[in-house]
C-alpha cells in the first residue's frame, strides 16, 4: 500500500521557518511526482509544491515561491519541504500527494497522507 507520512508541522511566529517532511513508501514507478496541498478549513486547497522523480522539475505556487523549496532524499524515499520567512497566511494543514506516473505540477493526486498542522503566528 502507498503511505504518505507527513512531519514538521508546529506553532512558528512571523518570519520563522519550518521543514515538512514526507516519507513515501509503497510504490516504486520511474515516473512519479510527489508534493504538497494545504488547506485552510471553508477555502480551496491549495498546491503549494511538487517535484517531478523522473527530471526534479519543480513547481511553486506564487504565494510560496522565492521562500519555499523542496528537495528529496531518495535513498530515504523522503520528500522535504523548506519554508521560510512564514506568514500567517500560511497557516494550514499542509499534506503530502503523489501522483504515480505523472509529472509536476499536478492538480489532482492519486493518493495522501495525513496532514501536518502549520501555524503562523503574527
Known amino acids: 500500500d502507498v503511505q504518505l507520512q507527513a512531519s514538521g508541522g508546529g506553532l512558528v511566529q512571523a518570519g520563522g521557518s519550518l521543514r515538512l517532511s514526507c516519507a513515501a513508501s509503497?510504490?516504486?514507478?520511474?515516473?512519479?511526482?510527489i508534493g504538497w496541498f494545504r488547506q485552510v478549513p471553508g477555502k480551496e486547497r491549495e498546491g503549494v509544491s511538487c517535484?517531478?522523480?523522473?527530471?526534479?522539475?519543480?513547481y511553486y505556487a506564487g504565494t510560496v515561491k522565492g521562500r519555499s523549496a523542496i528537495s528529496g532524499d531518495n535513498a530515504k524515499n523522503t520528500v522535504y519541504l523548506q519554508m521560510n520567512t512564514l506568514k500567517p497566511e500560511d497557516t494550514a494543514v499542509y499534506f503530502c500527494?503523489?501522483?504515480?506516473?505523472?509529472?509536476?505540477?499536478?492538480?489532482?493526486?492519486?493518493?495522501r497522507g495525513q496532514g501536518t498542522l502549520v501555524t503562523v503566528s503574527s
Open positions: 517535484i517531478s522523480y523522473n527530471d526534479g522539475s519543480t
Open positions: 500527494t503523489v501522483v504515480l506516473r505523472g509529472v509536476c505540477p499536478y492538480w489532482d493526486y492519486d493518493y
Open positions: 509503497g510504490f516504486t514507478f520511474d515516473e512519479y511526482a
